[in-house]
């Protein structure tokens, strides 16, 4: 290839110069800004993909120990399983202290709904 | 940038630093564009390829193991974009005959192409560029354009060294006789 050995005293000038001379064409402004928009966005969706992935796995990996578990009292320990329903029964005492349980369940809800507002505007003006 | 420094980015953004990325964007946008458009010559696809190029790129980042430069990898990535979309669009370029090409002289394709302030000429080549397959098209921009050495383009185009050479050496031949032919036609 006697051409490319001595390409440093033959340059093709005449085709660099035309090759140079052709549509170079300038990105538009706010090129990179718009293309970091779709790159954050992108790993976004990849961040939730991997979630997705994630709790996928763990799901089915919970499942397959559930039904292994299942499987291996029923039939291989013989275990019984079935759940023998026994009526609930209230004494009259404890009809009175109801009251005072929802009163305690109230209040455990609206603290948690308090927590739950206060977190959403800290992390607000965080983010902003 | 040097290689390690772009190694140790790439970790940083797969690690969750995405807006690391605006770097290699800064970097590279402008020399994948250009390209791009000598390839593609429609602004706004080579600009939508471009997108293309760096969203590409962003999804298949892990699978960069620096065993090329970035920038390297980052050309394979827009030369294989910008080739399948030309390739949807099924343009037909013109055959030239193997014998045309065999019988052209070494010494009459380098008088021709090193020619200087020869306007004609010019011309006849810039038509000329637009008449070769984008695979050619990308050959030389690579080698001559964008200056990069064989072993580089090679890398880019997935070829060997010695394969480029064949090629570059056929495209040369190529331009010649279609000059030439045109040259016939016009007479």
Not at chain 1, 82 to 105: R, V
Request: charged share 30%; hydrophobic share 40%; glycine share 2%.
């Amino acid at each position: 290839m006697h051409w490319l050995k001595k390409k440093k005293m033959k340059q093709d000038n005449a085709l660099k110069k035309v090759l140079d001379a052709r549509d170079k064409g300038d990105l538009p402004y706010g090129f990179e800004s718009r293309m970091m928009n779709k790159v954050m966005l992108e790993a976004i969706r990849k961040r939730k993909r991997i979630n997705f992935f994630a709790f996928s796995l763990v799901s089915a990996v919970s499942l397959f120990l559930i039904v292994g578990t299942v499987f291996l009292l029923k039939y291989y320990f013989q275990v019984d399983l079935t759940l023998s329903e026994k009526p609930i029964k209230f004494s009259p005492e404890s009809y009175a202290i109801f009251g005072f349980y929802f009163y305690i369940a109230f209040l455990v809800l609206i603290l948690l709904g308090i927590d739950a507002f206060f977190r959403s505007l800290k992390h607000k003006s965080e983010e902003s | 940038m040097e290689q390690q420094y772009e190694l140790d980015y790439i970790k940083r953004i797969l690690e969750g630093e995405t807006v690391l990325f605006s770097t290699f964007l800064q970097r590279y946008s402008r020399s994948i564009h250009s390209m791009i458009i000598r390839i593609v010559p429609c602004r706004e696809d080579a600009e939508e390829l471009t997108q293309d190029t760096f969203l590409k790129a962003f999804k298949k980042l892990d699978t960069y193991k620096g065993d090329c430069s970035f920038s390297t990898w980052l050309y394979r990535i827009a030369y294989n974009t910008a080739i399948s979309a030309t390739r949807k669009k099924r343009i037909v370029y013109p055959a030239l005959g193997e014998n045309l090409i065999n019988n052209v002289p070494d010494d009459a394709i380098d008088a021709l192409l090193n020619k200087e302030d020869d306007e004609a000429l010019f011309q006849k080549l810039e038509q000329t560029i637009n008449l070769l397959n984008v695979e050619d098209r990308a050959l030389i921009t690579l080698y001559y354009s964008e200056e990069k050495s064989v072993s580089e383009v090679a890398s880019i185009l997935q070829l060997t060294p010695e394969n480029v050479k064949v090629k570059l050496f056929r495209v040369r031949k190529k331009i010649y006789a279609l000059v030439k032919k045109e040259e016939d036609e016009t007479r």
